[in-house]
């Protein structure tokens, strides 16, 4: 199994995702899983809960269930071309987790340029942990300069299971893999599940994986012990609070 937690999934709190929290933290721990982000879509977005849910998150929710131990967050959207995402800071900073990504329905896509000084400017982002499927080939930018510059501020590249199949996608992600391999920069692998029998499921990030002789050591969830020292070294220690 390549991955011990997948960190980025949707319950029916975003309403074009089917399952509910403990569908997908039981589905989970049949998959052997050991962590499981509930990032669903942040209040500004088209189909975002309102923002009591994120709040509500730590306080209705236990840090474990089901032998799963949960990674409270938000997947935000991408609102300009200065990289500013759609969920204000102090909203990010009462959760673990914000994955930052480029939605159409957000934002129209720009120049390649434009685009460029968007990931460039989401890289300073101090609130953006991930970057989220960012292979899409409707928002083409300078993939190694965007990934050098997430590489120095210790931005993870999301290497997305969803999105692998898209038409011209998974030459995207292959490239981005290479140069991620060649300047050593962290990924992780998600599902972006959006239904709880695709938790964990990550068959085709696997075949890449494989195919370009990708360092497991880079894929900061392929060890639960390797993804919960980083994060306690990014956020402190999040399972004792």
């Not at 309102?50 to 998150?57: A, G, M, P, Y």
């Not at 709880?196 to 085709?204: A, F, L, M, R």
């Amino acid at each position: 199994m390549l991955i011990a937690a997948d960190l980025h999934t949707h319950t029916v709190a975003s309403t074009h995702a089917y399952s509910t929290v403990k569908e997908m933290a039981d589905f989970a721990a049949t998959r052997g899983l050991k962590g499981l982000g509930i990032t669903d879509h942040t209040p500004a977005s088209t189909d975002g809960p309102h923002v009591w849910h994120f709040h509500n998150l730590h306080k209705a929710l236990p840090r474990e269930y089901n032998g799963i131990t949960f990674i409270f967050g938000a997947e935000s959207s991408i609102i300009d071309y200065e990289g500013n995402i759609d969920f204000p800071h102090d909203e990010c900073a009462m959760l673990d987790w914000i994955i930052a990504s480029f939605h159409k329905s957000e934002l129209k896509a720009g120049t390649f340029e434009q685009n460029t000084a968007m990931y460039l400017g989401l890289a300073e982002n101090p609130d953006v942990d991930v970057i989220g499927h960012c292979a899409t080939t409707i928002c083409p930018f300078d993939y190694e300069k965007c990934l050098k510059k997430f590489k120095e501020y210790d931005k993870l590249v999301e290497i997305n299971e969803s999105s692998v199949l898209w038409k011209g996608t998974r030459n995207n992600y292959i490239e981005i893999m290479n140069i991620c391999k060649k300047y050593e920069i962290p990924v992780v692998v998600n599902s972006d599940a959006h239904f709880c029998g695709i938790v964990g499921v990550v068959k085709e990030c696997e075949k890449l994986v494989e195919e370009l002789d990708f360092p497991k050591k880079l894929i900061v969830n392929s060890d639960w012990d390797m993804f919960k020292e980083y994060i306690c070294l990014k956020k402190g220690d999040i399972f004792n609070i």
